[in-house]
């Protein structure tokens, strides 16, 4: 059932929800593989006419996919494919890890709900590193557990490999998968723990590796000026007023419930976290669980926006899940429960048809329209500037490499700017900004027509040859973004 849920439109292009994030991902994979790039320089298309080294979490995922475009070409179902076999496996371990921690049954309907749940399935096949953290934290928490129960070393080694490689791709797991793995570590060696130097041995690897790596990869960004936004004023991550409001925590519980648990699987998980479980292990569980909300605290802005903060709650979730629904089961009403699982079903189907799916339809899409326009006016060298704001999946779609700017920001001095610098063509949707927002009529929307010459107000794009042939408007830029 994981494998045909996640099987649904396996070919769509990189459209839809977080397609940004997906075209980001995408185009370093199709990078690194045609200019035959090395990992630790993941190269984007929005650099201009620099070199588009940009600074950004490790691209392990990238270069897997890069590895898969080698043997069979560029294909986006390569990348989702490898997604859907990473999620599969992190079900296995999740399934064995709930079965440790809560027993056989329990650990199987975790891993039940984890293959249906509409973030597990979307994510399961998206082209993004989460399908590789999950199945990296899965392994740090199911090999956690085998060592504090056997204390083999191999075990300890497998799972500081999980927690290193969780850790690198997104930094906040040393938060909520390093304390459920000190609390394992604490139940195996209590105070004695800090004396343990292979523990010592596994953090210092950790940290070792992600400092250097970032540590590199803000070089890249003093030579390039890119980067995805990890430090600074700029990076709008860091804006904890938002904790103190009602607004943050009641979009946070919708989402979670809607798309995160199907609605009724939030009864479920209260019922799988009280009564608290009797083998004290189990309580990395709800350790997790708080671990990734303490995490999502620390960047606010990021979390609020970007569900997949909150993605990481399924590996905590699901198996209480199971857990919920077999006290459910010991207390009869069997009926009852068969519906409950059908209307569960059929939620997250619904959620995943409206939320996601039809989201990717190519058909009537602004964004996927004016990429192949661009495909079939410009050459393959030519240099886009795409007025699309901070999303870079029309550059993608198109295949071109250029700039991205958003229409209150471009006025005729930028503009001649980049055309001394070698841009072709400036393109943009008349119905969309960041390829999922609508472009209302405002200052904004009128000044760039003039600028550019566009006076049809039924066209739906718009792919400009630069220099343009009338007079620059040098006047200010406006004030949207």
């Known amino acids: 059932m994981a494998a045909a849920l996640r099987l649904v439109h396996l070919h769509a292009p990189v459209l839809g929800v977080h397609s940004w994030r997906q075209a980001d991902t995408a185009a370093i994979a199709r990078n690194a593989h045609l200019n035959h790039l090395p990992f630790w320089t993941p190269q984007i298309d929005w650099g201009g006419m620099g070199s588009g080294f940009v600074e950004s979490d490790p691209p392990l995922y990238a270069q897997m996919v890069a590895g898969l475009y080698g043997l069979f070409g560029v294909h986006e179902w390569l990348a989702r494919g490898l997604s859907l076999v990473l999620s599969l496996l992190t079900l296995l371990l999740l399934v064995r890890l709930g079965q440790r921690l809560l027993g056989d049954v329990a650990g199987w309907w975790g891993g039940f ?47 500081g490999a999980g ?59 003093l030579s390039s000026g890119l980067s995805f936004g990890f430090w600074g004023a700029e990076a709008n991550r860091y804006s904890w007023s938002e904790l103190i409001g009602l607004d943050y925590w009641a979009n946070l519980l919708l989402r979670t419930s809607v798309r995160g648990l199907a609605v009724l699987g939030l009864p479920l998980l209260l019922l ?53 629904w077999v006290r459910l089961r010991r207390r009869g009403a069997k009926r009852w429960l068969q519906l409950g699982l059908s209307l569960m079903l059929l939620t997250s189907v619904t959620v995943l048809s409206l939320d996601y799916w039809a989201k990717e339809q190519p058909a009537g899409n602004a964004t996927w329209a004016l990429a192949q326009r661009i495909q079939r006016e410009t050459p393959k060298q030519a240099r886009i500037i795409s007025i699309t704001g901070g999303d870079p999946t029309l550059l993608y779609l198109a295949e071109r490499k250029g700039w991205l700017k958003g229409p209150g920001a471009v006025d005729g001095a930028w503009l001649e700017q980049r055309a001394a610098e070698g841009a072709t063509h400036v393109a943009g949707s008349w119905e969309v900004i960041q390829s999922y927002a609508p472009f209302p009529d405002n200052p904004a929307k009128t000044r760039l027509r003039q600028l550019l010459g566009q006076t049809d107000s039924k066209a739906e794009n718009y792919v400009v040859p630069l220099p343009l042939t009338g007079s620059f408007q040098n006047d200010a830029p406006g004030s949207q973004p």
């Open 113 to 159: 709900f984890f293959a249906v749940m509409p973030w597990s399935v979307f994510y399961g096949r998206s082209i993004q590193p989460e399908s590789l953290l999950l199945l990296c934290a899965a392994i740090a928490l199911e090999r956690g557990l085998a060592w504090r129960e056997q204390g083999r070393l191999l075990d300890l080694a497998l799972a």
């Open 163 to 221: 927690l290193a490689g969780a850790v690198l791709i997104k930094v906040l797991p040393a938060l909520w998968l390093g304390l459920p793995l000190l609390w394992l570590a604490w139940r195996r060696h209590r105070w004695q723990l800090w004396q343990r130097q292979e523990l010592w041995l596994v953090a210092i690897v950790v940290l070792g590796l992600s400092g250097a790596w970032y540590w590199h990869a803000h070089q890249l960004f």
């Open 272 to 324: 799988g976290l009280w009564p608290p479980q009797p083998k004290p292990e189990a309580a990395l569980l709800p350790i997790g669980l708080l671990g990734v909300l303490a995490a999502g605290a620390l960047a606010p802005e990021s979390s609020a926006i970007h569900e997949y903060y909150q993605l990481p709650l399924l590996l905590f979730a699901c198996p209480l899940l199971g857990q919920g």
